[in-house]
């Protein structure tokens, strides 16, 4: 039997290629906001982030981010977004240890 196909991404923050769905979706909507993406199918366009808090602050610091996403990102969006990719990478660690 042939092994399946597993699209790779690249994360914004450390430009590793693993799996997409190792890592973390940020979208920018429609209307110019910013969301996480934890399905990988919401529309907009989007960029990939590894789980890593660290690589948050990577894209963010050196402008990947926003380079990805081709939009400014003002500091309370930033922040919101600290918040929220927190909140989720500390879901999907605790489901991965859950999971092993």
Do not use: F, W
């Not at 690249?10 to 430009?15: K, L, Q, R, S, V």
């Not at 399905?39 to 907009?44: E, I, L, S, V």
């Not at 922040?79 to 092993?100: C, D, F, P, Q």
Request: glycine share 12%; proline share 3%.
């Amino acid at each position: 039997m042939a092994a399946k196909h597993v699209p790779l991404r690249t994360c914004a923050g450390c430009g590793r290629k693993v799996g997409k769905r190792e890592l973390v979706r940020v979208v920018r909507t429609g209307s110019g906001g910013l969301q996480l993406d934890a399905t990988g199918k919401a529309a907009g366009r989007g960029a990939y982030l590894c789980s890593n808090p660290a690589c948050l602050e990577a894209s963010l610091k050196r402008g990947r981010l926003e380079h990805a996403l081709k939009v400014k990102l003002p500091t309370d969006a930033r922040e919101a977004l600290r918040a929220l990719a927190s909140e989720l990478m500390a879901a999907t660690n605790k489901r991965e240890a859950i999971h092993g």
